[in-house]
């Protein structure tokens, strides 16, 4: 904003203290965590094409064209988490805190990516899938499961954070398809249906997308900047109100800095005069408490002058 605002002189912008987007409290590093589910899912991507190609199984490949993008996707996840603790500079005021964003939103478009090239495989062989070797799917498919569930428990702890919910959303997502695939190759053993197979990997991407969907769509409207969804605004709006010689508010924005912070500005109409730093601490401090907005910058006006951000309409 080009304006000048009035601030909370030491106002708090430690924002490891946030409640965030969330309402909870994030660790303050999952580097570890995101070390270990890399690792595990590249190597697992590397047994289940290896035995895919063996037993002639379209579910097992696109099991482990899925976990190639979720590896890849935690890969970037990870970066991204580590990213986001730098430090402010002259140019990136906020630091890098906003690349968790759209960290979730390259995770989501992979994950819609990767599953088109499981529905275009899988639809191929629907029809004429070959012999499939179920007791190897079954086995691959069953350390998947234990990969993919271990992994996703390291990441627990997150899921304020969408960067960590959609790395968690990832694994999770793996190892429900790695359960189906165990299925697929369960019931193949028993009936030699082969065609179970590539029709498991449909109801696999359906899954897929299931969940991708949700995830792409929170990170495109955080990427845009709008209010993040676990804050009602008219609820913000209707608190500002309610302070002490508030008349009016207006000028009322909240984004997303990151995938666990959240900043507000706004401008608050006082015709008995501006009321002291104390009133602006306090009301920062409500803001944090009740909405999770770690980051507010208050305006004071007497309504002496008409501001030209007063209309709803002027952004």
């Known amino acids: 904003m080009s304006h000048p605002h009035d601030h909370v002189p030491g106002h708090d912008h430690d924002h490891d203290h946030h409640i965030g987007l969330g309402h909870g409290h994030a660790p303050k590093s999952f580097g570890g965590a995101f070390a270990v589910a890399t690792l595990l899912n590249f190597a697992l991507v590397g047994v289940q094409i290896f035995y895919g190609i063996t037993a002639h199984s379209v579910a097992l490949l696109a099991d482990a064209a899925h976990n190639f993008a979720d590896a890849l996707g935690l890969l970037i996840a990870w970066v991204a988490h580590v990213l986001s603790a730098t430090l402010p500079t002259r140019r990136f005021t906020y630091g890098l805190r906003s690349i968790s964003i759209l960290s979730a939103l390259a995770n989501g478009a992979t994950l819609l990516v990767a599953t088109g090239g499981i529905v275009w495989e899988a639809a191929g062989r629907l029809f004429d899938p070959g012999e499939v070797s179920g007791w190897v799917v079954m086995v691959v498919a069953g350390i998947g499961i234990f990969v993919n569930g271990g992994a996703a428990w390291l990441l627990t702890a997150g899921q304020n954070d969408l960067n960590i919910r959609a790395a968690f959303l990832h694994l999770v997502g793996d190892a429900a398809v790695s359960a189906g695939v165990v299925l697929a190759g369960a019931a193949i053993v028993l009936t030699g249906w082969d065609w179970l197979d590539p029709l498991v990997s449909l109801m696999i991407s359906a899954v897929i997308v299931w969940l991708a969907w949700g995830l792409l769509k929170e990170a495109t409207r955080l990427s845009l900047d709008a209010v993040p969804a676990a804050i009602d605004p008219e609820s913000v709006r209707a608190c500002l109100c309610q302070l002490p010689g ?8 909240i984004w997303a800095m ?10 608050l109409v006082m015709p008995n005069g501006h009321p002291g730093d104390v009133f602006i601490a306090n009301a920062c401090e409500t803001v944090r408490l009740k909405f999770g907005i770690g980051h ?11 501001c030209h951000l007063a209309p709803d309409h002027v952004v």
């Open 258 to 267: 990151s995938t666990v912070e959240s900043a507000l500005t706004v401008h």
């Open 246 to 253: 508030v008349e009016s508010i207006h000028d009322l924005h």
């Open 296 to 306: 507010a910058t208050i305006q004071i006006e007497t309504g002496a002058i008409a």
